[in-house]
């Protein structure tokens, strides 16, 4: 696995446009959903229980981000996740806020259960859900993702999924390899839903990729790059949004392989 | 009915102000509210169904879109359309992923036997709620408007709605007379929420106008025509919105008269 | 209390960075929470009934808008008061479309008794709070806040709240002393959820000034000369939302005592 690997997967990506079934925060769906459709993938967000196992088991992939969980949404993620299961179908999890909230720790340790392909959070949120740790101030993490690591591996080795943890440089690591991706820009802690959206593009990557490890590293590193570039013309956080959609949609193949990415 | 209706029925839009009563997705509501005041209506959202029916009696016209719809929001969808019928005020009925998913379709099935003033959707949708396809992939539309042009011909003379399906040339009918609108930019399918919004827009049009075919034409020509003006200076998907927001503001009558508009 | 309290507030708000917990309408969520980050404030949306207690609890203060409550949100929004008023944390009451439409206004009522540490709303809604009005049409207000005033006033001397009534100019009163803040733009009122975001500040700037009148004064005056800098540039609404955005961003204490605010 190299940066020719993350070539290949945006390549997938382009010409695949896999179908992301997104059970995400209300905060975030807007540009969770703007962010799908600019690197190509096509979001759909159904979160009524009814509709949601249905909805996963012909979705590409599936995303479930407890934001703004409440009872009706923490069924329709449970049905959605045993969808995705039974079908074979990647998903990923999203823990927010998870550690210092007693229902969704409570519904993420849960899910965390149904084998999820990737967990993507904040040091903190990972922290939590390996039990290490006790959660950090709402979506703010008060650690770093070096100080969550060795959490990481432990929670990938035990559950079987790639665990992502965001900060400065993110660490992505399957619980035996460790990838790091810089770059990047503070203008993403700055745009609400920044690393939710994220959460979706891994979700989409992985399925276009085949492999978890790649895809989710893929996402990271495409997020990163546009997030430079758009911070380079931006005038402050609420241009360098628009801006980084536009730039999403512009990184290519070839400009991932430029990415910030140790191996 | 030609140009110079579209000319009226903008006037009349920017001199009532009308009041859009919107039952709408999550993801789409505030680029749906935005796009409302943008060409100069006033948009609210509520969709608790003990307020529904007391809101839909008193707006000037009530939008229903089945997005993300679940058990409480369907019940406020009937409430309001029952109210909206028994007003007489306009409403239109966006159908969502219909045909893909078996609680909305069941839900959109009842609501189209209530009477919408006007059917909004792609092709797939329209197929699937007049009994012609079974529905696309999620907000994605498998096929095209002239292929749904039969279908949506049908479903107007048995409702007495009219039927408007989007796509590259949108089709608008009452089941008698055809109307295409032409125009607009390939940029709004890479923004989520614009043909939501544009069911919105819809709305707004038809109480103005009074005349649900011309309203319907209006909305659809005044959405292609700040999609044109957008996409000529937008960077990528994301400054789009904003300047597609700006258009829309500065689209008026006269600019309205010069749509690619087949009578 | 003269402009040099509005520098205080902003250093006081940009060093302690307040957790603001904001259950608020889904239109208004995104741009509420990137207002909040813009001014250094760290947004977090819960409203799951079950949390929103413990949330409340932990928060700088709490934002409590019925924009589009429901029978979920509006116990969430008890708890979240209830646990507020208990753990002497600020919460905001915003009291959308109060008047028109039943469910919402008993609530209001209620959350009224529980103590808000400020109420802001436009004319209609005050007045409606107030028991001397019958509410405005959905968010907009048929009223000016000048009308509004004695009404304010005794609204702030009843339940010890400061009262802000926004408009053209805004008035602010804690039933005593009423302090005016000018400025401002009108693209304000054409872009969905600004005022609604202005609740979101006005609770970050009154958990970190700790006075109520001080921080309700600094929120408005911030949000007005933001709008009065957006407004140089922007090409229209869209444009305008993000541009708003990044002067929230860039307005500082200096800038704060420049305002047009009448002591």
Same mark, same amino acid.
């Given at each position: 696995m190299d940066a020719t690997s993350l070539r290949a997967a945006n390549a997938a990506l382009r010409s695949t446009s896999p179908l992301v079934h997104c059970l995400t925060n209300t905060v975030v769906q807007t540009i969770t959903a703007n962010a799908l459709l600019a690197v190509g993938a096509a979001p759909a967000m159904v979160d009524e229980p009814a509709e949601a196992g249905e909805f996963a088991a012909v979705a590409s992939a599936v995303l479930v981000n %407890? &934001? !703004? %969980?409440?009872q009706r949404t923490a069924e329709a993620m449970r049905v959605a996740a045993r969808a995705a299961g039974q079908a074979g179908t990647p998903w990923v999890l999203d823990p927010v806020? %998870? &550690? &210092?909230? !007693?229902f969704r720790t409570g519904l993420a340790v849960d899910l965390v259960g149904m084998s999820p392909t990737v967990v993507r959070g904040n040091a903190s949120e990972v922290l939590a859900l390996a039990g290490a740790g006790k959660g950090g101030r709402g979506v703010e993490s008060v650690d770093g993702p070096e100080e969550a690591l060795e959490a990481a591996g432990e929670l990938a080795r035990r559950t079987g999924a790639v665990v992502a943890v965001s900060g400065p440089v993110d660490v992505v690591t399957d619980g035996h390899r460790v990838v790091r991706v810089g770059g990047g820009s503070v203008l993403l802690t700055r745009t609400t839903g920044a690393g939710c959206a994220l959460g979706g593009l891994v979700a989409a990557y992985v399925a276009a990729a085949g492999d978890a490890l790649t895809g989710t590293v893929a996402a990271h590193a495409h997020v990163a790059l546009a997030a430079e570039a758009a911070a380079a013309t931006a005038a402050g956080p609420g241009t360098f949004a628009a801006l980084w959609l536009d730039a999403l949609d512009a990184v290519d193949g070839d400009a991932l392989t430029r990415a910030q990415v140790s191996w």
């Open positions: %407890v &934001g !703004t %969980v409440h806020a %998870v &550690g &210092g909230l !007693t």
